[in-house]
């Protein structure tokens, strides 16, 4: 179960991580920020590309970043983007699954999110994400 702070660190920094999406060709700018068991907060972007088969999601950017660098105990991850419902892609949930365990809290974030309404924060898991 994450702390309202913890929320919030992770919420915030999914937001800052959607700032550097590199979005020309989907115009869909995605942030995501990944909690590590040691308290770090690894932050990712969506990367377009011209082949869109070549497009990394920023779900993956973050569990690539983590894992890369050693990391491979995840506590929660926050995703954002600049509609009022966003969930992973299929490979993403893929990707999730591979390193995240089925009850790992994923925190899904409307683009109009504010801390004082609480605005339309989804809170589910890997598990839910990922029927049967």
Do not use: W
């Amino acid at each position: 179960m994450l702390s309202e702070r913890q929320t919030m660190d992770l919420v915030e920094a999914a937001f800052l991580g959607k700032q550097h999406a590199y979005s020309p060709y989907s115009n869909f700018p995605v942030g995501a920020a990944l909690l590590c068991g040691n308290g770090t907060i690894v932050t990712g972007a969506s990367i377009d590309n011209m082949s869109y088969g070549a497009t990394i999601c920023a779900e993956r950017t973050a569990i690539v970043k983590a894992v890369s660098d050693g990391m491979k105990s995840f506590v929660a991850l926050a995703i954002v983007a600049n509609v009022e419902h966003i969930s992973p892609c299929g490979l993403c949930r893929q990707v999730i699954a591979e390193f995240c365990a089925p009850e790992m809290p994923v925190l899904l974030v409307p683009g109009d999110y504010s801390e004082e309404r609480n605005g339309g924060l989804k809170v589910t898991t890997v598990g839910e994400l990922l029927p049967e």
